[in-house]
């Protein structure tokens, strides 16, 4: 079993920055892909970013060029920077772990909202 504390959440103005952190209860970065989701109110939780063992990225459009994940393999902590935010990065942030050659995460933690408004 694996535990994810999401924290970094917060109220920030249009063109402002947050970073999110994402703690793993172990080390599973060597077997498992770590991504972002997020979901926004009334629609359907997406995949925002996404990092394997290897290092290897890749970003939703709606994100790229303003965001970027990372992990930190010593601290067991994957990092959402989150530049340049917009009204409509309002949401529930959600880290997940996926074992490869899977489909779906096994694991999700419990989300940590992000609201940008002036």
């Known amino acids: 079993q694996v535990q994810l504390v999401e924290s970094g959440g917060d109220l920030v103005q249009p063109g402002g920055s947050l970073r999110l952190s994402c703690a793993a209860s172990?080390?599973?970065?060597?077997?498992?892909?770590m991504a972002w989701y997020r979901q926004a109110p009334g629609k359907q939780r997406e995949l925002v970013a996404a990092?394997?063992?290897?290092?290897?990225?890749n970003y939703a459009d709606s994100v790229k060029g303003r965001f970027t994940i990372s992990a930190d393999n010593a601290r067991n902590t994957v990092y959402l920077q989150m530049n340049s935010l917009k009204p409509e990065d309002t949401a529930v942030y959600y880290c997940?772990?996926?074992?490869?050659?899977?489909?779906?995460?096994?694991?999700w933690g419990q989300g940590t909202q992000v609201t940008v408004s002036s």
């Open positions: 172990r080390n599973i970065f060597s077997m498992y892909a």
């Open positions: 997940a772990a996926r074992q490869w050659g899977t489909l779906q995460p096994q694991y």
């Open positions: 990092v394997t063992g290897g290092g290897g990225t």
